[in-house]
């Protein structure tokens, strides 16, 4: 959730708060899953703040710490609690943050013993019971063990064998016995539980007697067959016991490794305080460490034989044949369960805060965990990083620390929890265990442990925590850690939510720049298991414990490698399955591919080695592009391959989509999974040669990026994505360039000399709904539909000379304005130049408040209008734009705030009010507009090219539902400070988005979850270059390097008008969004309460769909992302669709295959570009004028109409437009004008007597609404077609 949490609100009233008894109430967000591992057994999970109920009773260790300090008057502050308020202030900046983890920790942490967890302790005590009085078995043979399973159980399930099954006549003998030791292990024997949204869980080790295996069981899985009969018949056993009255009984695996299953008991809906506890245990068989030779199970060593895997294979010298640490890795971790614990025990007893510290980070890991989450109807595999290994972490910094030849502890056992937890997130923030493997003692050589990759050798040095755990789990472990040590370092006073509580952490769709959908034959790109078995890749498959995994990593390791220029990250979620299909090899599986893309990732060209310097590397680069990399001769005078994926004029809306271009070329090359046909370019699919391993493969899965799809939508009829390389906002800035110098050039004609010209419209600042459309005065005589006007302020040097007097100064800049007229009409022949005066014949005093907006302004009621003073419209022979040229006259400002002043000192209200909102105007036109253009135009152009795409996604989606605009909701100078919030603050603890659909989903999230009336929504532009990172910044000095933006005095400034504001209960349930310039919210306003509800409902449905979209691999729901439901206004306008003027600003409509299609491809030569060889020049789409008026600038009627109809009924209704050419007006009835009300004359509205009825000693009336609507209707004589009441 965003903002400051309910902890901080509760505890903000003293700094003394730690003297009070902690609140018991629980307002925390979402603690998501925790460790997934056999030592911590804390199962997935998520939002718990639905789960937390106040009457609930707590849980042993919630408030064991929080002892109660409540004093008698006059009792004085002890040393301690003093020492303890300054060393919270000295590590914190602030006593809040450690009040708000300590309640944290409190509301969250399990342990056994209480009063809430005694049917829970009852429970595990008649599970044990059950256990060790289970009775044996005889040996048997594998097929009378099946045969054996199915009989008692009496159903269809059997044995969980892991992959390869064992062979019929395998010579090996099954049998069971009672576990000879059963012991509560993991986070709830250790008191480091956890509650999450799906609970905790409870392990329970089931040692497994040594008289079941023999010596050479480690072997070609024998163990493990071994291990799956015991779990079977625990099972069964169980299931005929009393237990099942209780509890439903099921398989799961761990580690989500199919070596390793385990049994899970979960309690049933009836049994109702253990439901309510919604805790579940986990049975994980173990043996003890002298079973089995240990030693034998080096990760250096081979234990699966080619033999065993394909008949007729040679195993030749043992020596030489592939290690396989990972099923090394899964027998000993089962052998050195109890060992593990014991070690953390007596770290617990070294570490007073150890518990609590372990605690805190399994929080944090598991709010910033993808781990276990859905997307969609997907649901993600738990992730082999879990709390297990961070608390091993824990204690390894605690008490060893060995690495890089360095060893001593790093952290002290003296520190509290918020000290161990920082220093943790500093160290995983900095530290790489593949370059710098670490270990807890030196009595074994490291090197062995790390030739697989990362590595964290355990006490006893026989086994490798990290064995199993992708190398991009640990990198963005790393990432995330980089950014919490950041915010701790610098913003701990408000950073709690973003690393404790935010759920857009874990959110796959909304953390990576892109998101791709890949649904993958894992038949056809794993090894064949029958016939002709090629044992080494087999082998290198089952090393991973699941065919998903071994296919997970296969796409991993191709992407990595061929896009380490591009990308900080590239993640491999895979989908998770039923445990029955855990070894099949189902027909398709889906997995999501999520990119953290760089500040390279926009690069043309991607720089291969030199085939003469690198001849192995240039090998492996033509491996990886086939005919893509081509051998080329750079300015440097260098020979190098390189792929090239664009030209100098590609914009950068498509240069967003190179690296989903990058991955859809390498997966279909190496996987024959095909993508989009929009995703790959005809010049990529020219140059796609299919790898040998896939020359003959038939399409075995397909590729959905979803950004390509909704990124139509910031697209027009007239300018879909395709014009984009010719239609760009560059080109409109090189024409107001080119106009400046025209006008500039004029200096000598004019009475004063020219200062600047400062570009207002959205159009100048990447952020209109489309590129500004050139108009050819060759096609059309120049003219449109609707021609848009760029707004430009022309500011000349000071003089005294300017009128003291407001209508003489209005007629100087009019006469200013018609000699610069003049004198570019006799420069320009080409150009059309015109003066106008929207609202000729109004003197300066008339029209001060011409209408009211549902926008409301800090300082009063006032519209946006701009327009009321004179202007010249010019129409560009070279660029084809039209720019409107107001002029910005400072002494107009001083004149009117001296006016301002004068009238109140003389008592004139009325007077000093209509002056006091003129000047409001005018410093909103002439300076407010500028500024806000040129933080803007910085943010999209020098720091966050993805933030265009973001406000122009954002604006089509607001004008879709009819909530764009200055007249029906959010203006759109607000809509653009909405997308600049999340590109320069670390919102949600996530670094800015590299894409534009990344950045739009993350607006949607900060409209369905901020809360406005609580939390202050502050945009810093001076943060923008915060989210770039620097590559040649090391990463302690990422986590150290002081950041740009708001100085704590600075924000404490806009933090204090905020509070001010709240006190006197003047802040509601509003949009509200500040600056630093604009702490108030006065340039813009803010949006009403109604409509804030309005935009918070529809941006939750919107990230439903997309999610859904996501998941399926579809984008045919994505429409409803932009369709408004009618059905909630009271009536509805159908408007005449030939007096739209803007209907061509509508979306174009997208009709686009989502399956994959195998393309056909056609040769294109590499030396005639995709732009070349166009039959025709482009042209730009022109329409005639809809009224036979040609060349009318700017104009719009139904906006017009809109304001009129605000302006008329600005009370009693609320209307709403899409002001991109929508076809309907609604409205809506204010239902407080609805009710009755007294009689008199001075009623603004067409009001109709109730009969009978009296409000006090008056006649009662109410609004007349059949004739309202006929006077609407009336009053769009022309405009309106069709008008629909709905209720």
């Known amino acids: 959730m965003a903002g400051r949490s309910a902890i901080k609100r509760k505890h903000a009233s003293t700094e003394l708060a730690t003297q009070k008894k902690h609140s018991r109430k629980s307002e925390h967000e979402a603690v998501e899953h925790s460790d997934s591992d056999e030592s911590m057994g804390v199962s997935d999970g998520e939002d718990m703040s639905d789960h937390m109920d106040e009457d609930e009773p707590k849980l042993a260790g919630e408030n064991s710490t929080a002892k109660s300090t409540e004093r008698r008057p006059g009792q004085t502050v002890t040393n301690a609690e003093i020492m303890a308020l300054n060393e919270a202030s000295l590590l914190f900046k602030t006593n809040l943050f450690k009040l708000q983890v300590d309640e944290l920790l409190n509301e969250t942490m399990v342990t056994s013993g209480s009063k809430a967890t005694r049917d829970l302790d009852a429970a595990l005590k008649q599970i044990r019971d059950v256990l060790v009085a289970m009775e044996s078995t005889k040996e048997m043979s594998v097929e009378a063990a099946v045969n054996h399973v199915r009989k008692l159980s009496k159903s269809k399930f059997s044995v969980p064998f892991p992959d390869p099954a064992p062979p019929a006549d395998l010579p090996i003998k099954m049998a069971f016995d009672a576990p000879e030791v059963v012991n509560i292990v993991g986070s709830y024997a250790l008191g480091m539980a956890v509650r999450t949204g799906q609970g905790f869980s409870v392990d329970m080790m089931a040692q497994m007697p040594a008289s079941l295996f023999q010596e050479r069981d480690h072997l070609n899985f024998r163990y493990f067959y071994k291990r799956a009969f015991f779990v079977a018949m625990v099972r069964v056993l169980l299931q005929k016991s009393a237990v099942q009255d209780a509890f439903d009984v099921d398989f799961d695996l761990l580690r989500s490794d199919t070596r390793l299953p385990i049994v899970v008991l979960r309690p049933k809906p009836d049994m109702r305080r253990l439901a309510k506890l919604n805790c579940s245990v986990r049975i994980i068989p173990t043996i003890a460490p002298d079973t089995l030779p240990l030693k034998r199970l080096a990760p250096g060593r081979n234990h699966v034989r080619f033999s065993f895997l394909a008949r007729g294979a040679s195993d030749g010298e ?47 890991h598991s709010q910033h965990s993808s781990s276990g989450r859905s997307v969609g109807s997907q649901h993600l595999m738990r992730s082999r990083m879990n709390g297990f290994i961070l608390t091993m972490v824990l204690a390894w910094l605690v008490r060893s620390a060995n690495s890089g030849g360095v060893s001593g502890a790093r952290l002290s056992t003296a520190m509290t929890a918020h000290q161990l937890f920082k220093g943790t997130i500093e160290f995983l923030a900095i530290h790489d265990f593949a370059s710098l493997p670490a270990q807890f003692s030196n009595s074994v050589d490291i090197v062995e442990f790390a030739q697989g990759g990362a590595a964290l050798v355990d006490p006893t040095a ?110 491999v979620h895979a989908a998770s399955s039923i445990f029955d299909s855990r070894t099949k090899l189902t027909r398709r599986h889906v997995f999501f591919i999520g990119v953290v893309a760089n500040s390279e990732s926009r690069r043309l060209v991607d720089l291969g080695p030199s085939p003469d310097a690198e001849p192995q590397e240039a090998a492996r680069f033509r491996a990886l592009w086939g005919r893509k990399a081509e051998l080329r001769r750079f300015r440097d005078g260098s020979i190098r391959l390189a792929t090239v994926w664009g030209t100098n004029k590609m914009p950068q809306e498509k240069r967003a989509f190179i690296v989903p271009r990058m991955m859809a070329f390498l997966l279909q090359r190496h996987f024959a999974i095909y993508a989009q046909p929009d995703i790959l370019l005809p010049e990529d699919k020219s140059a796609l040669d299919m790898s040998p391993q896939m020359e003959s493969a038939d399409p075995m899965g397909a590729v959905f990026e979803l950004g390509q799809s909704i990124n139509e939508f910031a697209s027009t009829r007239d300018l879909s994505a395709s014009d984009t390389d010719r239609v760009t906002f560059e080109a409109a800035l090189i024409g107001f360039d080119g106009l400046q110098k025209e006008i500039k050039g004029l200096e000598d004609k004019l009475p004063l000399r020219v200062l600047a010209l400062h570009p207002v419209a959205p159009g100048l600042r990447y952020s209109s709904l489309a590129p500004p459309k050139p108009l050819s005065v060759e096609h059309g005589n120049g003219d449109d539909a609707y021609i848009e006007p760029l707004h430009v302020l022309l500011e000349f040097t000071s003089s005294t000379k300017w009128p003291d007097d407001i209508a003489a100064l209005h007629k100087v800049k009019t006469a200013f304005l018609l000699r610069v007229a003049e004198c570019y009409r006799e420069a320009h022949p080409a150009a059309q130049v015109d003066v106008c005066n929207r609202f000729f014949g109004y003197s300066a ?67 000093a009010d209509a002056l006091e909102s003129a000047y409001r105007r005018w410093t909103r036109t002439n300076q407010w507009r500028a500024m806000h253009h040129r933080q803007i135009l910085d943010l999209c152009q020098r720091h966050h090219p993805a933030a265009s795409l973001t406000i122009r996604l954002l604006k089509r989606w607001l004008s879709r539902h009819m909530l764009l605009g200055q007249s029906v909701g959010v203006p759109e100078e607000v809509a653009e400070l909405i997308a600049a919030r999340i590109f320069t603050d670390s919102w949600n603890g996530l670094a800015a988005p590299k894409s534009g659909l990344t950045g739009f989903i993350r607006c949607l999230q900060l409209l369905a979850d901020w809360r406005w009336k609580e939390d202050l929504c502050v945009v810093d532009f001076a943060a923008a270059s915060n989210g770039i990172e620097d590559q040649q910044q090391t990463r302690k000095e990422r986590i150290w390097a002081p950041t740009e933006g708001l100085a704590a005095n600075e924000y404490a400034v806009v933090q204090a008008k905020f509070d001010e504001r709240a006190k006197t209960s003047r802040i509601k349930d509003e949009l509200r969004i500040v600056t ?46 932009f369709t408004t439901p009618m059905s909630d206004y009271s009536f509805v306008l159908k408007l005449d669709k030939s007096v739209v003027c803007r209907q061509f600003d509508q979306p174009p409509s997208l009709v686009q295959p989502t399956h994959a299609e195998k393309p056909e491809t056609k040769e294109i030569f590499k030396n005639l570009l995709p732009d070349m060889q166009q039959a025709q020049a482009f042209r730009v789409k022109q329409h005639s004028n809809l009224f036979g008026q040609p060349n009318m600038v700017g104009f719009d009627p139904v906006s017009l109409f809109v304001r009129d109809l605000v302006n008329v009924y600005r009370d009693s209704i609320l209307f709403f437009y899409d002001m991109y050419g929508g076809r309907h007006i609604a409205g809506l009835w204010n239902p407080a004008f609805m009710k009755n009300s007294p009689f008199a004359a001075t009623l603004d509205a067409n009001m109709m007597p109730v009969p009978d009825e009296k409000v006090g000693s008056k006649p009662a009336v109410v609004v007349n609404k059949q004739a309202v609507i006929e006077e609407i209707i009336r009053l769009g004589e022309g405009l309106v077609e069709d008008c629909v009441v709905q209720e």
Request: net charge negative; proline share 4%; aromatic share 6%.
């Open 318 to 364: 043992v020596d030489e044949l592939p290690p396989t640490p990972q099923y090394n890795a899964a027998l000993v971790s089962d052998a050195l369960l109890t060992t593990h614990i014991t070690y953390l025990h007596e770290t617990k007893d070294l570490c007073a805060e150890f518990a609590r510290a372990a605690a805190l980070l399994r929080i944090w």
């Open 462 to 571: 026989s086994v490798n925590l990290l064995a199993g755990v992708a190398p991009w789990e640990l990198t963005e472990l790393r990432m995330q850690a980089q950014r919490t040590a950041r915010d701790l370092n610098h913003h701990s006073a408000s950073c709690f939510d973003s690393v404790f509580l935010s759920t857009a952490l874990s959110d796959v769709v909304s953390k990576y720049d892109h998101i791709l959908r890949v649904e993958v034959d894992l038949e056809v790109l794993l090894t064949t298991r029958v016939g002709d078995v090629d044992a080494q890749k087999r082998l290198y498959e089952l090393e991973h414990g699941h065919p998903v995994i071994a296919a997970q990593s296969r796409i991993s390791k191709v992407l990595n490698s061929a896009l380490a220029h591009y990308t900080r990250l590239i993640s």
């Open 845 to 911: 005093a008339d029209g001060l408040l011409t209408g009211i907006s549902p926008t409301q302004l800090a300082s009063g009621m006032d519209d946006f209008d701009y327009e009321r003073d004179s202007f010249v419209d010019i129409r560009h022979a070279q660029s084809g734009l039209t720019f409107r040229i107001s002029l910005l006259c400072s002494p107009e400002g001083a004149l009117l705030e001296r006016k301002v002043q004068e009238m109140k000192r003389a008592k004139l209200t009325p007077q």
């Open 1076 to 1121: 630093l310039e604009n702490p108030d919210a006065e340039w813009w306003g803010t949006v009403s309460v109604v409509l804030t509800r309005r935009l918070r409902s529809l941006a939750k449905a919107a990230l439903s769909v997309i999610h859904t979209s996501v998941g399926v691999g579809s984008d045919t729901d994505l429409p409803q992302v």
